[in-house]
Nanobody
Framework: QVQLVESGGGLVQPGGSLRLSCEVSGSISDIAVMAWYRQPPGKERERVAFIGRGGSTNYAPSVKGRFTISRDNAKNTVELQMSSLRPEDTAVYYC??????????WGQGTEVTVSS
């Protein structure tokens, strides 16, 4: 069964950067679109960015210009480079397909806290 494992979160000051990584225990070459999602405290999960198999990308307006999504089909990884972080970026970050992969549990996510 495919598993999703996110890592790279932590505590960072406003204006700082973090790089999140998602390891997929299976081939992502067969997954047309991979995405990063986040769930801020007390709020619903939202999509942050997605990337197609060929590398085309799309970003939520709130992160456009600050976040960069990438994928390595050979290594079965998806990464999210985050810069100019703001307190409102505080959330648990998850990766999954878009739409979310059927019958695949969401990973535990990786927590990002932006605070001084």
């Amino acid at each position: 069964q495919v598993q999703l494992v996110e890592s790279g979160g932590g505590l960072v000051q406003p204006g700082g950067s973090l790089r999140l990584s998602c390891e997929v225990s299976g081939s992502i070459s067969d997954i047309a679109v991979m995405a990063w999602y986040r769930q801020p405290p007390g709020k619903e999960r939202e999509r942050v960015a997605f990337i197609g198999r060929g590398g085309s990308t799309n970003y939520a307006p709130s992160v456009k210009g600050r976040f960069t999504i990438s994928r390595d089909n050979a290594k079965n990884t998806v990464e999210l480079q985050m810069s100019s972080l703001r307190p409102e970026d505080t959330a648990v970050y998850y990766c999954n397909g878009l739409p979310p992969l059927p019958s695949v549990p969401w990973g535990q996510g990786t927590e990002v806290t932006v605070s001084s």
